[in-house]
């Protein structure tokens, strides 16, 4: 009798004859995912002289579904990285697969090297994932952010796509934060100060903290596919501070009576 674990829930060969494998071969194509299916929306980024903020509701819908509301789409790396991701939840569940495995590896590795990925290694390996996967007409649908420390021990934050395109700027969104969230962080960051320092290097987390906070609930009155719970972690150098389950405060719709032009509200 095989006692191979391949082998196992088959019937035995010798009484009923070989298995037949083509029983269970599909029949036409190869296929591939032609666009996501459960999303999650905007994650929003920014620095600060200190580390960085980055944030993201848990929310992910079906469609237009608001489906699953406890999403967390934070994923911690080895307590000095984050990646926050945007898009397809399946394939979101794969990369952080990833990089559990990766995780294991540079442990086992570590303990002779003592060297372990800073967050712009991690950066560059999840974008030649994500381009591997595009050359191979077969993406992950997601956009990444990257949030932690380079090698000089400096701040790093940096977006991937699916089609393996890379961006770094001291303030980052995907999704509809995008289009709502960056002007005010831009904002906070963008350009340099008296001294000539740049801007974000004389940000405090308290101020950096509050805007994303604000850029939250902002796509929470403003994103349909948004939600009033989320996630938001510090990267500074003694480590990652994650906090789950998060809800907005001192939410204000009195802008609601004002909004005109659909449904009966026509005037």
Partial sequence: MNHLPEAWGRPRD???GAYDASYVQPN?????TQQPVVTGTSVLAIKFADGIVIAADNLASYGSLARFS???RLLPYANTSIIGCGGDISDMEYI???LQSLAINETQQSSTSHHGLTAANLHSYLSKVLYKRRSDFNPLWNQLLVAGFDAADKPFLASADLLGTTFSAPALATGFGAHLAMPTLRGLVEGTDAEGREKWEGLSRE??????????KVLWYRDARSAESF??????KKGVEL????????????FAEGVRGYGTQVN
Avoid at 207 to 216: H, M, N, P, Q, S
Avoid at 231 to 236: F, L, P, Q, R
Avoid at 245 to 254: K, V
């Fill in 70 to 72: 406890d999403v967390k």
């Fill in 14 to 16: 010798d009484i009923y």
């Fill in 96 to 98: 952080s697969r990833l």
């Fill in 231 to 236: 996630s938001i972690a510090v990267v500074t």
């Fill in 207 to 216: 101020v950096a903290e509050k805007a994303i906070r604000d850029c939250l």
């Fill in 28 to 32: 036409g194509p190869s296929q591939r």
């Fill in 243 to 254: 906090r789950e389950d998060e809800r907005l405060e001192e939410q204000s719709w009195a």
